[in-house]
Structures are given as structure tokens and as C-alpha cells.
């Protein structure tokens, strides 16, 4: 009798790893797999609110720009070339894995304080209203600060994740965050700028507070950084005029002074009612409010597209918050939480801090409003910013599903 012996069948990861159109059609099915709502939430926003920040741009620069000689469409192209390279470095970023960002906190920081060095070297550093906070190179002038504030997030997110256990203890909070966290502010702080050095603030803030550490631990960083922007601002006698025109209630003595600027915006908002004078009917616009396309061009949306336009402006912010909210409580690393908090934190709090300089609830600080305000460097900053989170968000666990029966 003849007995037959069968092969040995290859156990599935024995098997050989599939070639050609197989490999092709598996690594495709990856890139296109379906995303979390995060995902699109702060993706979609983020489009958004670009493409209306254009728009408001051309409308609020149109008529000054071909007063100077110039085309009406020259500040909107340029604000276009700008999201025509942050968009894309967007989406690059989104793939890019968390170890990359873990491994290169160190010298992303490194570079991004040599590159605000820069704004102290003699025919580079560019001075505007009192502040030396831009370098100007080949024709293209930039504003190396905005990137502080991803570099910094990202560098805190990979110090305190790394400390895990042992930020229950103040010194390994502490140290070296504090003294690194006041270098970079200081470099800032050198310029004049003081807020952008607001925003670092609540990036630092940020980031301890989603790390984690114990209440006590944190008041005292937060006491320590009010009391320094407080002597930063009373020691400067321009920063305490425009403190003290805030305050000063007779607006019409000051008119001509520092409360030229906090007037007419709130004059802007006010003459669009509810529904605005309609796109591009903007009578601030004509030189009446100075930075009309920068700090204050909330004011220019309050008033042609009136009170829905504007909560419609903000809904996409809200709507941005959610996505990053949900991020940082869904993921299970450590790193991309507090990376993401400090992010949220200084996109939604410089846009709320904006919006309350325009509504004359703060003083004339010099933040633009994200995304919205003329500025390719803060464009790009925030666009690679949400690309970073956009990458956290593919990494999300997926949600649990009820069984049926």
C-alpha cells in the first residue's frame, strides 16, 4: 500500500509578502483608509477659514493697494502664494509619524531660536511700529517668532510625555522647561514684541496644563509668567499709553492719540448691524483704520458681512476646537496630548484674544487673527500646526462598537 505525504501547508506569515499590482493596490487601500470625524474636523476648518481670510484680504486691500500704485489683487495674491505653500506642507505633515516629531524636538528648537536670532543682525532685522520681530532675505520677508510656537510645543510635548511618573515632582517640572521657555521669550520679548511673547505664554501654559501636572505646580508658573508680561508692559511708555487709552473712558479726548485705531474698528463692527454692507462696501477700509488687513481685520468682517458673518467666522474656530479637544481626549500618547493642548491653546486663544483687542476688551497688543490676517509666515505656522495634529489624529484608536445582539 502506498501511502502519499501531503506538504506541509505555510502557516499565513510564512506565506510570501504579495508583489506587484497586489503591493500596489495594498499600500493605496492604506492612503485612502478612512479618517476620524477629528480628522476632518480640523482639516476642513482649517481650508476654510484660509480661503475666507483671501477673500477678506482682497476686499480690505483692494482700494489702498491701487491708491500706492499697485494692482488689486497684489496683497490677496501674495496672502494666496503663501496658502499655496502651507496647504500642502499641511497635508505632508498629516503623514508624517509621532516618532519623527519626538526625535527632532531638540534641533526643530534649536533652529527655530537661531532663526529669530536673526531679527538682531544688522541688514537683516526689519523694525516696524517699535518692534524688530521680522528678517527680510531675498526680496521675502518673514517672521521667524510664529515658528517659536510650534517648536516650542512640540519640544515641550517631548520633554514632559518622556517624564511621565515623575512630574509629580516640581523640579522635573521645572527643569529645563522654565529656563528654555524663558530664552525663548526673551529672544521675542528683545524685539519688542510682546505679543507674540503673550502667545509663547500660553503655549508654555498650555502644555503644562495638558501634561498633567498637579494644580500647585502649575499656579506658580502661571503667576510667575502674569507678573512678567505685567513689568513688560508697564516699563514700555508706548505699551502704557495704549493701556492707558484703554481704560480711559473719554474716547473722544484721545481720538487723535492712541485711541485712533480701537475707535474705528469698533465704528466698523458697529455700521454692519446684523447683516453687513455687503462685500467689499467697506468704508473703513479707505484708510480710515490702520492695519485693516492685519490685526484688525475682524472689524472689516463685522462690518460687510455684519454680525452672522462674523458668528460664522468664530463657528469655524469653535468647530476647530471640537476637532482638537477630541483629539487630545481620545489618544492614548502622552506626547500627542500635550502637544495638541498647546496648540489649541495658541490658535484659539490668539483668536480670542483678536477678537477682543478689535471688540476693545483688550489694549492694542498686535496679534492677528489666525488663518484670517494678512502674514505668510503666521499663515504657513498655523497650516503646519494643524498638520501636526491632523497626523495625531490618524493615530487615534478606533471607537468602540456596540455588539448588535
Known amino acids: 500500500m502506498t501511502t502519499t505525504i501531503r506538504p506541509p501547508r505555510q502557516s499565513p506569515a510564512a506565506e510570501p509578502a504579495p508583489r506587484g499590482g497586489l503591493a500596489a493596490r495594498i499600500r493605496l487601500g492604506r492612503v485612502f483608509a478612512p479618517v476620524p470625524p477629528e480628522f476632518i474636523f480640523i482639516l476642513s476648518s482649517a481650508l476654510i477659514l484660509t480661503g475666507f481670510g483671501i477673500v477678506m484680504i482682497l476686499s480690505a486691500t483692494s482700494a489702498t493697494s491701487v491708491e500706492a500704485g499697485g494692482g488689486p489683487y497684489d496683497d490677496a495674491i501674495k496672502q494666496a502664494i503663501y496658502a499655496a505653500i502651507g496647504i500642502p506642507l499641511m497635508l505632508i505633515v ?162 487723535r492719540d492712541m485711541c485712533y485705531q480701537s475707535l474705528h474698528g469698533i465704528w466698523g463692527l458697529s455700521a454692519g448691524g446684523v447683516f453687513g454692507l455687503g462685500l467689499g462696501n467697506s468704508k473703513q477700509k479707505y484708510s480710515w483704520l490702520p492695519a485693516a488687513a492685519n490685526d484688525y481685520i475682524f472689524a472689516i468682517v463685522g462690518e460687510e458681512l455684519g454680525l452672522i458673518g462674523c458668528l460664522v467666522m468664530i463657528g469655524l474656530f469653535v468647530l476647530m476646537a471640537v476637532g482638537m479637544f477630541h483629539v487630545i481626549r481620545r489618544t492614548q500618547d502622552p506626547f500627542a496630548r500635550i502637544v495638541t493642548g498647546a496648540v489649541v491653546t495658541w490658535i484659539i486663544g490668539q483668536a480670542a484674544i483678536n477678537i477682543a483687542v478689535v471688540l476693545r476688551v483688550f489694549p492694542v497688543l498686535g496679534v492677528p487673527l489666525p488663518f484670517v490676517s494678512q502674514g505668510g509666515t503666521s499663515l504657513v505656522s498655523v497650516l503646519v500646526a494643524c498638520g501636526v495634529i491632523l497626523a495625531f489624529a490618524r493615530d487615534l484608536p478606533p471607537r468602540a462598537r456596540a455588539v448588535a445582539r
Not at 523640579?171 to 509663547?200: E, F, N, R, S
Open 94 to 255: 498629516s503623514r508624517v509619524p509621532t516618532r519623527f516629531w519626538k526625535r527632532i524636538a531638540w534641533p526643530l528648537l534649536i533652529a527655530a531660536l537661531c532663526g529669530q536670532l536673526l531679527v538682531f543682525v544688522p541688514g537683516l532685522g526689519v523694525t516696524d511700529y517699535g518692534n524688530t520681530n521680522w528678517i527680510h532675505i531675498g526680496g521675502i520677508q518673514a517672521q521667524p517668532s510664529e515658528f517659536i510656537k510650534l517648536a516650542l510645543a512640540i519640544w515641550m510635548g517631548t520633554i514632559l510625555a518622556r517624564k511621565g511618573p515623575l512630574l509629580r515632582r516640581w523640579k522635573h517640572v521645572y527643569i529645563p522647561v522654565i529656563p528654555v521657555a524663558i530664552l525663548a521669550m526673551g529672544l521675542v520679548l528683545k524685539g519688542g514684541d510682546l505679543g507674540t511673547t503673550m502667545m509663547l505664554v500660553l503655549v508654555f501654559l498650555g502644555a503644562l496644563f495638558f501634561s498633567g501636572v498637579r494644580l500647585r505646580i502649575f499656579i506658580l508658573p502661571l503667576l510667575g509668567m502674569a507678573a512678567a508680561v505685567a513689568v513688560a508692559a508697564v516699563t514700555n511708555p508706548n505699551r502704557m499709553r495704549r493701556i492707558l487709552s484703554f481704560l480711559d473712558t473719554d474716547t473722544a479726548a484721545c481720538y
